[in-house]
């Protein structure tokens, strides 16, 4: 790449490619090299946008929390609307890329960006805590509509349901073994 060019959204560029790096060889293997090289551009060009490669993650994981926040941002006002199992699995499908793989990932061997994220989008906003709320209001808000039963927990039932999704993310398995919960509410 010639200097001087301006390469358009070079953040979500080198973003992209860690995602690329994250599932090709692990989060170990992530490097500033290896997400420059991914993203073919110039080795120093990460360093020009972030102040350092921890800056980086951590612009990386405030970025990917907040697109896969936004995914289930809808999913409550769906309730009373379609099925319950239909809302479900279109919202867990909104999950099931490469971003929640990666970001998952990559937070687990950094377990501090945890803690970058929730400084950057308050608290309960990155892990597991910030896809479970989504689930757990929409099942609320359909269990006061008499679309689940009234005795169900729903704390517990969003957290069956985002445990289940990451499980089946991070081990690369279709969301379609998921069917039999979706048919089930």
């Known amino acids: 790449m010639p200097r001087g060019v301006a390469i358009p959204e070079i953040r979500q560029q080198l973003f992209a490619a860690a995602e690329r790096v994250i599932a090709a060889d692990g989060p170990s293997r992530l490097t ?7 993203a073919g551009v110039a080795t120093g060009l990460l360093h020009t946008h972030f102040r350092s490669f921890e800056g980086f993650l951590t612009a990386y994981a405030v970025d990917r929390s907040f697109q896969l926040a936004g995914e289930l941002a809808g999913l409550p006002g769906q309730a009373g609307s379609g099925t319950v199992g239909g809302n479900l699995r279109a919202a867990a499908q909104a999950l099931s890329g490469g971003t929640l793989r990666a970001l998952t990932r990559l937070m687990v061997f950094h377990p501090g960006l945890t803690a970058e994220v929730e400084a950057v989008l ?19 808000a359909e269990q006061e509509r008499g679309r689940i039963p009234a005795g169900a927990d729903t704390g517990t039932l969003a ?7 990451h499980h089946l993310v991070l081990t ?3 969301l379609t073994r998921m069917e039999p919960l979706f048919s089930a509410v």
Do not use: C, D, I, K
Not at 32 to 38: I, K, M
Not at 122 to 140: D, K, Q
Not at 159 to 165: E, I, K, Q, R
């Open 32 to 38: 500033g090299r290896a997400v420059t090289a991914e």
């Open 122 to 140: 308050g608290a309960g906003s990155a892990g597991v805590s910030a896809l479970e709320r989504p689930f757990a209001t929409y099942l609320a």
């Open 159 to 165: 957290l069956a349901v985002v445990g289940t999704v």
């Open 172 to 174: 690369e398995q279709s």
